[in-house]
């Protein structure tokens, strides 16, 4: 049935504010890691397998690109991501021995379905997807499956179906590094303990709307603008440029900050903002360096660092920051003032937020 908006203005604002919610859900009934979670048949396939290959597109593809940092670095095991339109008819080698991991909020997207039934007819038969419809074609031609409970998401640009397939994506992390012999069990105490309070902490991040409402008045008289990070969040920059170009029309890029040098930096002016996200991990004094670049040129920053990093605000420089260092699972929490930038610049501008021209909720005709 119909969606109701609630106070909400329009269904992604909703849907923004609903991810501590569906984060919960997605979560929910899950006491320990263990592969029964994606199947009955997860333990001798993850047993099996010897690498993992993501498909996917749009949003879906940012969560799998996210998913290889965890999977190579907390998994041991090796991940490559692909985009589902351009691996469905690419030559490329096919290893049995491969998990196939499709993400879709919908399930039903034409390039994601193509794309597993080629890896199939290859002969790569270790399927599962990730997905938020549990009677959609893709969790029907998998063998094992996750469903995200996001809920129904009515907005276009995808938002909480984005964060739990991260969250989604991380306990698949977790299982793989259980079953490859990576995890003990203090390891998994402890991210099942930071997991369980993901809503809290998102919550806090929510929090900061007001902070961000100011930005984005500014960012509303911009055409372009550039998204920077590094590591586990260059796919949450990614992700960052996605929502704002799709709905509020700036043309907005990302780069790995390392590549600024490279290309990017021809294009800052005194007229570019560039949003640096910025979590305190071990990149953090790589990236200060980078955001130096860009005021060197004149570039304006808008940071999103978190409680405890010493980044502090001054000419040229304005700093937002996250309540907390969030680990491994950071990038769950800095993707959420990137959707509300996207989604306060859109309203400052006029646009229709939930139905954004040219674009469409699933694309399930090539
Ligand atoms: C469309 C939607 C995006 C979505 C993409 C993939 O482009 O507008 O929000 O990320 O399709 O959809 P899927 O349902 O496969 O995740």
């Known amino acids: 049935g119909a969606v109701e908006l609630g106070p909400y203005r329009h269904y992604m604002q909703k849907e923004i504010f609903e991810q501590p919610r569906a984060i919960a859900d997605t979560l929910e009934g899950i006491e320990s890691i263990t592969p029964d979670i994606f199947g009955d048949k997860a333990f001798n396939i993850f047993k099996e397998i010897d690498s993992v290959l993501i498909l996917a597109c749009g949003t879906s593809y940012y969560s799998g690109m996210t998913a290889k940092y965890w999977i190579e670095a907390i998994a041991g095991v090796r991940c490559d991501v692909e985009i589902a339109s351009e691996y469905r008819y690419r030559d490329s080698v096919p290893n049995p021995k491969s998990l196939v991991v499709t993400i879709s909020q919908s399930g039903e997207t034409a390039d994601t379905l193509a794309a597993l039934r080629h890896a199939q007819s290859q002969g790569m038969q270790h399927t599962l997807t990730i997905c938020n419809s549990a009677t959609s074609a893709m969790v029907r031609e998998c063998a094992l499956s996750y469903i995200t409970r996001a809920g129904v998401e009515v907005g276009v640009a995808s938002t909480k179906a984005f964060t739990t397939q991260l969250a989604a994506l991380f306990l698949l992390t977790l299982t793989l590094a259980q079953v490859k012999g990576r995890l003990s069990d203090t390891q998994e105490a402890a991210y099942l303990k930071e997991m369980r309070h993901l809503p809290v902490a998102l919550t806090a991040v929510l ?5 961000i409402i100011a ?13 920077l990070g590094r590591g586990l969040h260059y796919p949450i920059a990614l992700e960052g440029a996605l929502k704002l170009k799709e709905i509020s029309y700036i043309h907005a890029e990302a780069y790995p900050a390392g590549e600024l040098k490279h290309g990017p930096l021809a294009l ?10 910025a979590p305190n991990d071990s990149m953090i004094e790589k990236l200060k360096s980078n955001m130096q670049e860009v005021r060197a040129r004149g570039g304006e920053l808008y940071v999103f660092a978190d409680g405890d990093s010493r980044i502090t605000s001054g000419e040229g420089l304005h700093v937002i920051r996250l309540p907390e260092h969030y680990g491994a699972l950071s990038p769950i929490l800095h993707v959420v003032p990137l959707q509300l930038l996207a989604y306060h610049t859109a309203l400052a501008r006029g646009t229709d937020v939930d139905k954004p021209r040219n674009l469409a909720k699933s694309v399930t005709v090539e």
């Open 268 to 277: 800052v002016t005194e007229e570019m903002p560039v949003v640096t996200v």
């Open 215 to 227: 930005w984005a008045e500014a960012f509303a008289r911009k055409e372009n603008a550039l998204f």
């Open 207 to 211: 929090a900061l709307e007001p902070q």
